[in-house]
């Protein structure tokens, strides 16, 4: 195969420039959007002092964040289900580090409204403060399945626990923000695919998904622009409880990561994508940009969506508030056993 491409290229000079142009083209491309468009978080504030709770940081955008994170000095607790890569990376940053990094991995398996609960008290009788929390597990188009409580996979793990989470650690984030006199921080992270979502009502009800109408893709953007929606809710909410929280969204970009585990590509489908991705796929680093810089600035937007490091317009399907009440209302619904 390899011989056949290298002789074509040398009897045919054309074949042979096209490549190379192409080629060319495709690495200027990334460059460009390295250096102009995927900017780079610019506050070199110190984190010392300040504990950020991350979930699904054994991985991906969350594993870049959570080291980020320490390195400006945070104390970073890592929710995660897979013991092994958090302890994993907790030693690797121990042995390269010239400081001990202030880092620690606690079990959650969002996938349980239980675990998300116990995770959430170990936390408030443990840590001294919850200066930001970042929602960052995800998981996208994994085979039809519901969790132990009854919803579907993803919808549960990247809507539902996410919101009881954050839910269930709002009053220590207003209590460290009450010590610090610093706003506390909640941290949704995003997905452009949002905009192809729409909210179904039986998505929230109890063992109401099944697989004849199963549509992994749309499960995924369903979950993400419930998460957004419930999100703007609760921005209202802390502004009219007087609360010292911020909301922030952000949209780390399209990432190379273990999100795509359960896309089954073809080898000509990887072959027809490569360039795309050479072009336009993020490393985790360069994802992890956007959190990091809503976690650190000094400066940011509450209700904000941010990509890129900056603020976005919202889009028409996100400023809907009846659809963020209602959103909101059916998420406290169907998590409401966990919130006493
Ligand atoms: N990659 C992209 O192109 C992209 C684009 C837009 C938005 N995002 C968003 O970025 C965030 C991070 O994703 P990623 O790309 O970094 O993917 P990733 O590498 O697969 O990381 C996802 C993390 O979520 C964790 N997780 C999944 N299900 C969980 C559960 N039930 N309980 C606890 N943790 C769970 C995973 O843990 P395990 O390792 O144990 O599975 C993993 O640590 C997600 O919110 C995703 O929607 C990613």
Not at 99 to 124: G, R
């Amino acid at each position: 195969m390899v011989n056949t491409i290298a002789h074509l290229m040398s009897s045919y000079p054309f074949i042979h420039y096209s490549c190379l142009s192409f080629v060319t083209l495709i690495i200027s491309f990334r460059v460009y959007c390295q250096h102009f468009v995927w900017t780079k978080c610019v506050p070199k504030n110190s984190m010392k002092g300040k504990t950020v709770v991350i979930t699904g940081a054994n991985s991906g955008v969350g594993k870049e964040t959570a080291r980020e994170l320490a390195l400006k000095g945070a104390r970073v607790v890592m929710g995660c289900r897979d013991r092994h890569s958090a302890q994993q990376l907790i030693q690797q940053m121990n042995k390269d580090l010239a400081f001990k990094p202030n880092i620690v991995y606690k079990n959650i398996d969002l996938c349980s409204f239980a675990s998300v609960k116990e995770f959430a008290e170990d936390i408030i009788q443990n840590e001294r403060s919850v200066d930001i929390l970042i929602n960052n597990a995800a998981v996208f188009g994994p085979p039809f399945a519901l969790t132990v409580d009854g919803f579907e996979s993803q919808f549960q793990t990247n809507h539902l626990s996410s919101a009881l989470l954050t839910l269930l650690l709002s009053p220590k984030l207003q209590t460290s923000s009450q010590m610090s006199s610093h706003r506390s921080r909640v941290l949704m992270i995003t997905s452009t695919l949002y905009r192809k979502g729409v909210i179904d009502e039986n998505d929230f009800k109890k063992g109401y998904a099944s697989l004849d109408n199963y549509d992994k893709r749309k499960a995924y953007n369903n979950s993400k622009l419930a998460n957004i929606l419930f999100a703007r809710r609760l921005h209202k909410n802390i502004v009219s409880d007087n609360q010292l929280i911020d909301v922030l969204i952000a949209s780390p970009g399209i990432v190379w990561t273990n999100l795509g585990r359960h896309l089954m590509l073809k080898w000509w489908q990887k072959c027809v994508l490569l360039p795309f991705a050479v072009m336009f796929v993020r490393t985790p680093k360069q994802g992890a940009q956007t959190p990091v810089h809503c976690t650190t600035a000094q400066s940011i937007t509450s209700d904000s969506l941010y990509r890129n490091c900056c603020p976005q317009e919202w889009d028409a399907i996100v400023s809907d508030s009846v659809l963020s009440d209602k959103v909101y209302e059916l998420t406290i619904k169907a998590i409401e056993n966990y919130l006493k």
